[in-house]
């Protein structure tokens, strides 16, 4: 891949880099709590300043150029959701490394898959997950380091220890080292979940990191004066963007509450006890927060003044919640994807019309096309359909190592799309979302490429053919349901393929329900007719249809 740089439209907030705000904020506002992190409980909160956050992002990034490596190299990392994820991130920003988060449902052939795709050049893997990749290990060939998050005394056998390296690692500014830091330097590198099941690693520099956290919360009212909560999974592209980059382009004091053994009650209470008074969470992550017995009595949901949701569907009677319990919030629900930042609705919008097929107005500076799907150059006139392209900062560089989905997705003044169709309100001028161009399925706040289930599947030796479909889930938005025909003369129970699946994929694509059928429908040039499975189950509810992050 060319790392030729490209500014022009990625670039909006001046010369301003991750690297130079760590900085500048350790020396204005070193005893400010940054980070506050109660993954462990509410009786071993992290309270984390900008000076010990500065000085985090300096020893592991020295740490990383002690072991030989360069500016550009790739860091993949894989952990559950603790607060020394960010000595990984801003080690890398300090250092121009790239991280590479990995999805910690992953199961061993999806972080073998992954990790050589994003060629990179060290893995730092948290403790749960060590078995994993030692069962995987001998097939990530371009690895030269692998790092244990582990007791010193615990170290596995061919793993560096995490906290050995950051204990030699040097507190002065890496930049010393490998030059000043660039607002087009390669920061991140997002999975995608990928329409042909592949996986599809969007590069994000400095300044589109930063573009798309500040767009993000600029247009969620958020301000540095408020507190924000955050009940999230840490490796999404979506809260490294919004809640790491935005909260430190604004300044604002970030309370996290992971979700890798995510406990509602602890996240109310401890948003009560720092005084949060805004909140960023995945659609389907407030879902289960909701549900918690007795909440209103941990959490006076009044305090909130700002609320924003994005990465999945958000049920009418969760909506409805929000608007009532958070009865003093700005609300606003975005349309966003690993790729770029597209739209968001209001508070307004959404008591008028709370459904999620009108995704509102495009984000300041974003500017929105509907295109022709056989001639991507030519534009739609508003109420037509076809496919969303965008246009303006927060975009991500490219897809790492794909010249060929580079091209087709990209029009000759530069204007991207992530496959998806809609339409403009010629009243309203708002966008509407319609359809996937792929079949994408999006499960909670995670996304699921069809392609890829049907792959596991007819992997069985007994099935022939597979397709699948998302239907309508009262929780999740969509559920994965598979239709499968067997060999002639093999058998197999629903059960048995389920059971097979969990080996092959991550547990949020394993289809919940096995359908058998003797012939797939197909078109009278054999391709398969998805839709024809899908309709059904839709009828009468394609409106509440919801989008995901691609």
Known sequence: MSTEKKRTQLQSIGDLTIASLLTTQAHTSPNKAVWTDYSSGMENPKYITAFER?????????????????????????????????????????????????????????IQRQTNHSDAVVFIVGEDFIEKVDSVRDKLTKVKHFIAITDKKKTPDGYLNFWDLLDNGSDKDPQERVGKIEPDDLFAMGYTAGTTGMPKGA????????????????????????????PAPYFHWGIIGCAVCGCLLLG??????????????????????????????????????????????????????????????????????????????????????????????????????????NVGMPFPQIEISIRDMDDPEKELPPGE??????????????????????????DSKGWTTVEELGYIDPETSYLHFVDRKKDMICTGAENVASIEVDEALMSHPAVFEAATIG??????????????????????TAEDIIKFCREKIADFKVPKEIKFIDELPKNPFGKLMKRELRDPYWEGKEKDRLWGTK
């Not at 004091?253 to 948003?271: C, E």
């Not at 359909?385 to 997705?409: C, D, H, Q």
């Open 203 to 230: 590069l994000h520099t400095h300044a589109s990191g930063l573009a798309w956290g500040g767009l993000f919360l600029w247009g969620f009212n958020f301000t540095w004066q408020e507190t924000t909560g955050l």
């Open 54 to 110: 500065n000085k985090m992002a300096n020893k592991m990034g020295n740490a990383f150029l002690d072991l030989g490596l360069k500016k550009g190299d790739h860091v993949a990392w894989l952990e559950g959701d603790y607060y020394w994820f960010l000595y990984i991130l801003f080690g890398c920003a300090k250092s121009g490394m790239v991280q590479c988060p990995t999805n910690y449902r992953f199961v061993p052939d999806e």
């Open 385 to 410: 359909k076809g496919l969303i392209y965008v246009n303006g900062p927060g975009r991500a560089l490219e897809y790492y190592n794909a010249p060929e989905i580079n091209k087709s997705i990209t």
């Open 252 to 357: 604002t004091p970030v309370v996290a509450m992971g979700t890798y053994k995510f406990d509602p009650s602890v996240a109310w209470k401890a948003f009560a006890k720092e005084n949060v008074t805004q909140l960023i969470t995945p659609p389907a992550i407030l879902h289960g927060m909701f549900l918690t017995p007795g909440w209103e009595e941990m959490f006076d949901g009044s305090k909130i003044k700002h609320f924003a949701a994005s990465g999945g569907p958000l049920p009418a009677p969760d909506i409805k919640n929000v608007l009532e319990k958070f009865p003093n919030t700005t609300f606003v629900y975005a349309y966003a994807a690993t790729e770029a930042i597209f739209t968001g609705t209001n508070r307004e919008i959404m008591e008028k019309n709370p459904t999620a097929e």
């Open 471 to 492: 239907i309508p889930h009262e929780r999740w938005g969509e559920q994965v349901i598979s239709y499968v025909s067997l060999k002639p003369g093999l058998e197999a």
